[in-house]
């Protein structure tokens, strides 16, 4: 329908202005032959026409090319926290793990409170027999007054039967210190084992000592004292002062 209106309206088109011009050209000459000497000023042009009504739209064109990529654009905010989703089904259950490594040892617990008391046991097996203990003691006593300042004084000879006992030896006697008023003095006692003072565990002694006055006393005094690392057999005990 469109494309019959348009060449309808070009033929009209071209007879409306071929009719104008022959218009225009017969006033011309019209005027030309005319008796008046001078030409007639123009008319003054027309006021424009208004504008046609808006056509149709145009078909699509082609699609373009595609464009270059842009670049990247800035990140955007973070977005609010979603509402928790509900709980899911529990899985199956997995395989075992390996063992893992030896911990640490720890402290001992509290000792527990006493268990009852167990059921009374039978009687053992009868015991070989055993060695009976046997004392071996002596006693030595001097009555005799040596007025010895230095050196042995008594002795008395003992059996020891065990090399591994310690033997246990006790003196009791009346001692003096006896010297000048004016002066000070002391003596010491002491006891030996085969000649020499004991060394296990420390020597056994009394030292006594006195003033400068005239005073001289006698005094019963003691000494005690057990002394290890003498050898089974005879041993000589003696009585020094020194």
């Known amino acids: 329908m469109t494309g ?63 464009g270059e990529r842009g670049l990247p654009g800035g990140r955007g905010v973070s977005g609010t926290q979603g509402i928790s989703g509900d709980k899911g089904a529990s899985g199956e259950k997995g395989e075992r793990g390996a063992a893992g490594p030896v911990g640490i040892k720890g402290n001992s617990g509290k000792v527990g409170p006493r268990g009852p008391a167990g059921w009374k046991g039978g009687n053992g097996s009868k015991g070989s027999k055993g060695e009976a203990i046997q004392l071996n003691w002596k006693q030595c006593i001097w009555t005799t007054d040596t007025g010895k300042d230095t050196g042995k004084l008594e002795e008395c000879q003992f059996k020891k039967t065990h090399s591994t006992s310690a033997l246990h030896v006790v003196y009791s006697g009346v001692n003096r210190v006896a010297c000048s008023s004016s002066q000070e003095c002391c003596s010491r006692w002491y006891l030996t084992f085969n000649g020499n003072e004991c060394s296990g565990p420390s020597p056994i002694d009394l030292i006594v000592y006195k003033r400068a006055t005239n005073a001289n006393p006698f005094r019963t005094r003691q000494m005690e004292g057990y002394c290890e690392n003498i050898p089974s057999g005879n041993v000589v005990v003696a009585l020094h002062v020194g």
Not at 43 to 56: I, T
């Open 4 to 66: 019959r209106t348009f060449c309808l309206l070009l033929p009209l088109l071209y007879m409306l202005l071929h009719l104008s011009m022959d218009s225009v050209h017969s006033h011309n000459t019209t005027r030309t032959h005319s008796s008046s000497p001078f030409a007639g000023v123009p008319g003054v042009p027309g006021s424009p026409g208004r504008n046609g009504a808006a056509g149709r739209d145009g078909r699509d064109g082609v699609k373009g090319e595609k």
